[in-house]
């Protein structure tokens, strides 16, 4: 791994090939500051989101030492770059393997679940160890997310009552949580999940020691512009101040794509140009997972090669590599006119579920990924003022 001032010199020196991808730890840093500096609890980085290990580790030097991982092989990783880090093993489907080796071998105590099968394999899978954190994940309304999570997930309320009652007989501390969904639009899906939890309090007489609100917390993209983050935290504040626990309970989130999006770009090659459509060296299957399936639109610009840029832009798709028809990226990407064949585009906002979704399908796949350092082309935890200039031509 390289490290560039600017994207605009990484392209410069190493006139890539194959896909590159960026990492920018300054936006890492803001990122984390925020969530250690506004959310009024424990924050515990989604590690799925982005597991790659500078990643990681510069989470984890910005005072995030808590995770949030869903299998063994991201127990086993986080344990090689952070072993102080606390794991927790938050999804709600595991093997028995898994739920045993965790807890005996890498000493994770606090386990998710949403049935009374899942609890019960989590109680034999430990030998029905007496110092557990068990999380019940109730339902919620996934409306304002751009990514649904709602139909795997989630115990209803009715079942919840239950749940909760006989993981209160074998749990060291109880938690309650829930998901909203990924690019959550609205910050009032957290107080109804809130709310949910308080009907479920309400019904099963029992007050949680940990309340969870997972992830979801938005990113910026350029047809997605979400409230401040600020607005979420408060949202979240006021909704649990509004249960009157007798016992405050403590508070964690779990996000994934507001810590890491903005800090990670895609940079690729137009290798041929058909009209409005532009063939370039990644996509569906690569880092642009997102654009193919959600057609979510990513922040673009070019890199300056020396050749005049045209004024004049114009709104282009993406076809990726391989012989796939899914291989493509609907967009608009508004670029400019006169992009060719072997013009650089940076496209922004990938840290998030970028590297994650890579495949070697037709034998495309790129490793290639440096540190830089100038600003990302979108962010919302800097100023837009100084952001201005980056947009379109770096
Ligand atoms: C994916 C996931 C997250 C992170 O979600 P974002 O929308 O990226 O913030 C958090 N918690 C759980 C349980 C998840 O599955």
């Known amino acids: 791994m390289g490290k560039f001032q600017s994207v605009n010199e990484l392209v410069q020196v190493l006139r890539p090939v194959n896909p590159v991808y960026c990492i920018r730890p300054e936006s890492l840093k803001l990122s984390c500051n925020f969530f250690v500096n506004n959310f009024p609890g424990k924050s515990l980085y989604a590690v799925k989101t982005n597991p790659n290990e500078t990643v990681i580790k510069n989470i984890y030097q910005n005072g995030i030492s808590n995770f949030d991982v869903a299998s063994l092989e991201e127990i086993k990783l986080l344990r090689k770059i952070a072993p102080d880090a606390k794991l927790y093993f938050m999804h709600t489907v595991k093997n028995r393997n898994s739920i045993e080796e965790a807890y ?107 309340i969870n609100v997972g992830g979801g917390f938005p990113s910026r993209y350029p047809d997605l512009y979400p409230q401040p983050l600020e607005n979420y935290i408060t949202e979240i504040s006021e909704a649990i101040e509004k249960l009157s626990l007798k016992n405050k309970p403590e508070l964690i989130c779990e996000p994934g794509r507001a810590i890491v999006a903005e800090s990670g770009s895609t940079i690729v090659r137009v290798e041929l140009r058909k009209k409005q459509k532009l063939y370039i060296n990644d996509g569906t299957y690569g880092s642009l997972f997102d654009a193919g399936t959600l057609n979510f639109i990513f922040p673009t610009r070019v890199i300056e090669n020396g050749k005049n840029l045209s004024r004049r832009l114009t709104p282009f798709s993406f076809c990726g590599p391989t012989c796939d028809s899914m291989d493509f990226m609907k967009g608009p990407y508004i670029l400019p006119n006169n992009l060719n064949e072997g013009d650089y585009i940076e496209i922004g906002q990938l840290g998030s579920y970028g590297l994650t979704f890579r495949t070697k399908f037709n034998g495309f796949y790129s490793d290639d990924i440096h540190e830089v350092e100038d600003k990302p082309i979108m962010s919302m935890y800097q100023q837009d003022e100084e952001l201005k200039s980056n947009y379109l031509v770096a």
């Open 104 to 210: 005996f071998k890498y000493q994770i105590k606090d386990f998710a679940f949403d049935t009374k099968d899942e609890l019960n394999k989590i109680l034999d899978s430990t030998k029905n160890a007496k110092d557990l954190t068990l999380y019940l994940r109730i339902f919620a309304s996934n409306e304002h997310a751009e990514i649904d999570l709602s139909k795997k997930f989630g115990a209803s309320i009715s079942e919840a009552v239950n749940l909760i009652k006989v993981a209160k007989l074998h749990a060291k501390k109880i938690g309650i949580s829930f998901h909203v969904g990924s690019q959550c639009m609205h910050p009032i899906s957290y107080s109804k999940g809130i709310k949910e939890i308080g009907n479920l309090i309400l019904k099963s007489g029992i007050e949680p020691d940990i």
